[in-house]
């Protein structure tokens, strides 16, 4: 009864947050200003090799050959009749992206379909992808049942999220889901239940299945359980990621077995290693490139690298402001809470070096990747801000203001580079 009591409450705790003008204020301007940075920085700018990749594996095209709207809508519409769209996405998503991205493809589709196969339609769907992550975002990083300003503003200055708001990629639809089952997860830790976790699990495959690399959620969400987590809750989390752990490797084969689907992920590593020499991307993993590598993912997922401005070397010192912060948030260290959203960063710069010492490579250290963690940072930052120096000193409130401003610098300067 109690828990009953419990959940009840924090319903009702939701739905005044998520109902306040404030909110709903702030979500319709979000909405203008993302419709605003689409239409006019997004819709007219052709599409990049790794959009066209997307865009024509959802047409069921293998090709990645320029081809124009109509053309697209052709092929699109010529895969419909026949009755062969799922299997010819399925054989081009090997052919173009080396069976990643799987979810998102099928979802392109079926959007295409519905809006169309033009350049600004397209880049429509991971812009309203962005939309649906800003209250999901908030969720995660609310303060009693105020609106948190601060981390809302985070979400639409950050370059990163501008980026990949109006790019035809898989990142905003893996962070959609990431979003989601990490507040699954946080409902299960108060109320466990079966079907609380097959839908946790759902929403980690899809994550999964939308981008490879977002098994660092899980990872995450296991750390905190092994760290943090009661005995009877590690025995628990231990036998349910183990039991879905078999259930996607089987899935794996059985696709495998079909489709070589396996050996098409083994190509993608040894296509990086073949294009190592002339990639822009391409390091070798030594101590110095996985420090900067670090730095570089840790500044812009707190949003002040300014990343287009300066090289990375200039603009590392910007991590003393978010920094800052963190460092003032002395009630909040104190906090179990703190403890949980401590594990991301430490989580994520253990993953990062392990994959890239695995891949021969630095290339994992392409900020695309963390797109997947990056609201994860904004909400600590945020979680930081309000329970650091006091919310109505003038010097946190001057250090949120600046950290928002070389924000929004940062992703002007994105625009107009671009």
């Known amino acids: 009864m109690a828990e009953q009591t419990s959940e009840l409450s924090t319903s009702a705790q939701l739905k005044s947050f998520f109902g306040q003008k404030s909110f709903v204020l702030g979500m319709l301007a979000a909405a203008v200003l993302i419709g605003f940075r689409l239409l006019f ?41 026949k009755g062969q769209l799922i299997s010819k996405i399925f054989e081009s998503n090997i052919q173009n992206d080396r069976a990643n991205a799987l979810l998102y493809d099928y979802m392109l589709s079926v959007w295409m379909q519905v809006f169309g196969t033009s350049i600004l339609s397209c880049r429509a769907f991971s812009a309203l992808l962005f939309l649906l992550c800003i209250p999901l975002v908030l969720h995660l990083g609310q303060k009693e049942k105020r609106f948190p300003l601060f981390l809302f503003l985070l979400l639409l200055a950050n370059s ?25 997860f946080q409902a299960l830790r108060v109320r466990p239940t079966w079907s609380g976790l097959l839908l946790y699990f759902l929403l980690l495959a899809a994550a999964f299945f939308s981008h490879y690399l977002s098994v660092l959620i899980l990872a995450w969400h296991a750390a905190v359980i092994l760290m943090f987590g009661s005995r009877r809750e590690k025995v ?18 059985l696709l495998d077995s079909k489709t070589g689907f396996i050996k098409s992920i083994l190509l993608a590593k040894q296509g990086i290693a073949e294009r190592a020499s002339t990639s822009i991307h391409f390091l070798p993993p030594s101590p110095l490139n996985l420090i900067k590598g670090l730095v570089q993912v840790f500044s812009q997922a707190l949003g002040s690298s300014l990343q287009y401005l300066f090289q990375i070397r200039y603009f590392a010192v910007l991590l003393i402001l978010p920094l ?12 179990a809470g703190f403890k949980t959203w401590l594990t991301l960063p430490v989580v994520h710069a253990l993953f990062l070096c392990v994959i890239a010492l695995l891949s021969g490579s630095t290339t994992i250290f392409q900020l695309c990747y963390a797109m997947f963690v990056l609201p994860y940072y904004l909400v600590l930052l945020q979680k930081c801000a309000y329970s650091g120096a006091g919310a109505k000193q003038a010097s946190v409130y001057l250090m949120q203001g600046s950290i928002v401003l070389i924000s929004c610098a940062d992703s002007l300067a994105y625009l107009l580079k671009h």
Not at 237 to 249: G, P, T
């Open 41 to 81: 920085f997004g819709g007219d700018k052709p599409l990049w090799i790794d959009e066209r990749a997307s865009v024509h594996t959802a047409c069921g095209d293998s090709s990645l050959a320029y081809r124009s709207a109509s053309d697209l809508e052709a092929i699109l519409e010529g895969n419909l009749s």
């Open 160 to 184: 990163l999220l501008c980026r990949y708001s109006m790019e035809c990629r898989t990142y905003m639809l893996c962070t959609f889901f990431g979003l989601l089952a990490s507040i699954r």
């Open 236 to 253: 628990q989390a231990s036998l349910s990621y183990a039991v879905f752990s078999v259930l996607i490797l089987v899935l794996i084969l």
């Open 324 to 335: 800052w912060l963190i460092l003032k948030a002395r009630p909040f260290f104190r906090e």
